[in-house]
């Protein structure tokens, strides 16, 4: 997506926010976000994010994009919408195209917030919640799954979902590297909206928890069962 067309979709994101949440934003208390186990990026605001694999390496984004998931939800979901889906009433995030332009729009709004007419309509997070949280938030963002493609791949990730919930209580019988594969698979088939080259869609998420234990069957499923809810 180009700059132009981008700039279309906040500015239509901004006026649905601005007649339809007029309130909804300016009453959120910030909430802090642990950090831990993230690279400190000092005082002075970065323009990029520093978290994406290809800078930082694939342990740093695996744990940028799962600090940056529990930062979201306590802080944005109420706004922009539950796995960065959008109901309408702000911006959808997960078009904001993952590379400088979009970072240095992101972190000045969350820095700044966003004021009309004397109205908040977002307040700044920045000073409360720092840089570190708010590149881990930024990473999440601009990994969310393209929800139609995963809708595409709905059914068969339910028909997954439920063979591995069979192997939850008893793993006897489990192809484990088909069933990592399989998903492995529709992981590479599913995009990102922002232009990000890896979807951290819950095909992606389940593939990597499977080790061929009950335990990890079970928590695959639950994955695939809480992701393909919030794609609805």
């Given at each position: 997506?180009?700059?132009?067309?981008?700039?279309?979709?906040?500015?239509?994101?901004?006026?649905?926010?601005?007649?339809?949440?007029?309130?909804?934003?300016?009453?959120?208390?910030?909430?802090?976000?642990?950090?831990?186990?993230?690279?400190?990026?000092?005082?002075?605001?970065?323009?990029?994010?520093?978290?994406?694999?290809?800078?930082?390496?694939?342990?740093?984004?695996?744990?940028?994009?799962?600090?940056?998931?529990?930062?979201?939800?306590?802080?944005?979901?109420?706004?922009?919408?539950?796995?960065?889906?959008?109901?309408?009433?702000?911006?959808?995030?997960?078009?904001?195209?993952?590379?400088?332009?979009?970072?240095?729009?992101?972190?000045?709004?969350?820095?700044?917030?966003?004021?009309?007419?004397?109205?908040?309509?977002?307040?700044?997070?920045?000073?409360?919640?720092?840089?570190?949280?708010?590149?881990?938030?930024?990473?999440?963002?601009?990994?969310?799954?393209?929800?139609?493609?995963?809708?595409?791949?709905?059914?068969?990730?339910?028909?997954?979902?439920?063979?591995?919930?069979?192997?939850?209580?008893?793993?006897?019988?489990?192809?484990?590297?088909?069933?990592?594969?399989?998903?492995?698979?529709?992981?590479?088939?599913?995009?990102?909206?922002?232009?990000a080259p890896v979807a951290d869609s819950v095909a992606y998420r389940a593939a990597n928890l499977i080790d061929g234990s009950p335990?990890?069957f079970k928590t695959a499923a639950e994955t695939l069962t809480i992701g393909l809810s919030a794609a609805h």
């Amino acid at each position: 997506m180009n700059s132009t067309s981008l700039k279309g979709l906040l500015a239509i994101g901004c006026l649905l926010a601005t007649t339809t949440l007029t309130h909804a934003h300016g009453d959120v208390a910030p909430q802090a976000v642990d950090t831990t186990g993230l690279p400190e990026n000092g005082e002075e605001w970065l323009t990029e994010n520093p978290y994406r694999a290809e800078t930082a390496g694939e342990e740093v984004w695996l744990k940028a994009v799962e600090i940056g998931a529990s930062g979201y939800n306590q802080n944005c979901a109420r706004c922009h919408g539950l796995e960065v889906v959008s109901g309408g009433l702000a911006p959808d995030l997960r078009f904001l195209e993952a590379e400088e332009y979009g970072d240095e729009w992101y972190i000045e709004r969350f820095r700044e917030g966003y004021t009309q007419n004397g109205t908040t309509k977002m307040p700044a997070f920045g000073e409360l919640l720092g840089q570190d949280a708010a590149w881990a938030i930024r990473t999440y963002v601009e990994t969310r799954p393209d929800s139609d493609q995963m809708e595409e791949y709905s059914d068969e990730l339910k028909a997954l979902r439920d063979e591995l919930a069979t192997y939850a209580t008893n793993a006897g019988g489990a192809d484990t590297d088909a069933l990592k594969s399989r998903l492995g698979e529709i992981a590479t088939q599913i995009e990102t909206l922002s232009g990000a080259p890896v979807a951290d869609s819950v095909a992606y998420r389940a593939a990597n928890l499977i080790d061929g234990s009950p335990e990890a069957f079970k928590t695959a499923a639950e994955t695939l069962t809480i992701g393909l809810s919030a794609a609805h």
